[in-house]
């Protein structure tokens, strides 16, 4: 029992680094990187009795060694911005800017080194480098100063919310086409996952990565035949950042996607928040994951901007993750866990976190768009199973499970 305590834990916290006792395999590129850095958090769990991998705040101390970790291994690319979030080193975004205020950013010792308009989601965004080797947050503070009606954020990082242990064999289940489009921004999916477009938004994107391979494999095990793959990560220690994000965003919406799920978690930033928004005034549906942190850890982004379906995951038995996130809301619960999905090489593996679950659910989120209003569709399929605070309005595609 504590062996299969720890391996929940180890899975829950996203833990490459014990890859050698949990046979997990390489996620690749960098979101490899981002799960890697929760060895140093797991030693302790691996010590600890039961009630203690149970703990909330024992997830939460983890989220905070595994960020330190990230950014101390990525120091060339990465660093905190002034809310102590990891973010893209040196540079910040400002949303909507004027002629004026970039002159003024200039002036002050930033450099304008990208501007680019989306126009599927009304949004312009700057990027600027920071003056010399100042510190980003200290950058942050100063642009703020100099330009205090701007909406200004670092690019900050987003990391996958599941991880994948080796499993033996097993069959996909058969399920019913669902033609609506739907979109998936994440790592890109290995060649055994047919999608209709992938398009890259990370240095060296798009590159298959085992936490994309699975939670594509599970849009398409849950019927799902027309997937666009937007990849974030590619082989860049700071992918997954916000303006990635904004940019598939921008992509999926133009190339008429209606359902996007979202299996990353991160920081409230302006950035997302207005893509997300300006996808939802076309019509978009988004799905996301609430992350695995734990009911401690900061409410996750996207999946508690407005609009957003916000799903957590339940294990074989229909009980919550003891791992599961939280957001500002939660709609539905779908299964994340004793299951298995199909990682970059093709291979059946298990699965575990609510990555797993917000691709189900947007499954079914998919199926229900062309009846009209997704969410009323949704609350009559989704079956009650108990509290709004822990399952949302109920389970979704509990039958979507492909059991390991």
């Not at 700057?126 to 100099?146: N, S």
Request: charged share 20%.
């Amino acid at each position: 029992m504590r062996n299969r305590i720890v391996l929940l834990a180890a899975l829950a916290l996203g833990a490459a680094p014990a890859a050698a006792q949990l046979a997990v395999p390489s996620l690749g590129g960098a979101v490899d990187r981002i799960l890697d850095t929760a060895g140093a958090a797991l030693d302790p769990l691996a010590r600890a009795p039961q009630g203690i991998a149970r703990d909330a705040a024992t997830l939460a101390r983890a989220r905070t060694e595994r960020l330190a970790d990230l950014v101390r291994r990525n120091r060339a690319t990465i660093e905190r911005d002034a809310a102590g979030a990891p973010a893209r080193k040196g540079e910040l975004l400002v949303l909507d800017p004027t002629e004026g205020a970039l002159a003024t950013a200039s002036a002050a010792g930033f450099v304008v080194i990208g501007r680019e308009t989306m126009p599927e989601l009304g949004i312009t965004v700057a990027r600027l480098a920071v003056p010399g080797a100042m510190a980003l947050g200290r950058a942050e503070a100063l642009l703020r100063q100099r330009l205090p009606g701007a909406t200004i954020t670092a690019d900050t990082l987003h990391e996958p919310a599941g991880a994948l242990a080796a499993a033996g064999a097993g069959a996909a289940l058969p399920a019913p086409p669902i033609e609506t489009p739907v979109g998936l921004i994440d790592g890109a999916a290995g060649s055994s996952i047919h999608a209709a477009a992938v398009r890259g938004f990370a240095r060296g994107a798009p590159r298959a990565s085992d936490h994309g391979s699975a939670t594509a494999s599970l849009l398409a095990g849950a019927g799902v035949r027309r997937l666009f793959i937007a990849d974030v990560y590619g082989a860049d220690p700071a992918g997954g950042d916000a303006l990635a994000i904004a940019r598939a965003l921008e992509w999926l919406t133009g190339a008429g996607v209606h359902v996007v799920s979202i299996s990353l978690v991160g920081p409230d930033n302006p950035v997302v928040a207005r893509a997300i928004a300006g996808a939802r005034r076309r019509g978009t549906v988004i799905v996301a994951a609430v992350g695995n942190d734990g009911p401690a850890a900061p409410p996750a982004y996207p999946a508690s901007y407005p609009g957003v379906i916000a799903v957590t995951g339940v294990d074989g038995r229909n009980r919550a993750l003891i791992e599961a996130g939280r957001a500002l809301h939660l709609d539905y619960a779908a299964p994340g866990a004793d299951m298995i999905a199909a990682d970059a090489r093709g291979r059946r593996v298990r699965v575990r976190g609510t990555s797993f679950a917000a691709p189900l659910a947007a499954a079914r989120a998919a199926a229900a768009f062309p009846a009209g209003p997704v969410e009323p569709t949704l609350d009559r399929e989704a079956r009650p199973i108990g509290s709004p605070a822990l399952y949302g309005r109920g389970l979704l595609c509990g039958a979507c499970r492909q059991a390991r």
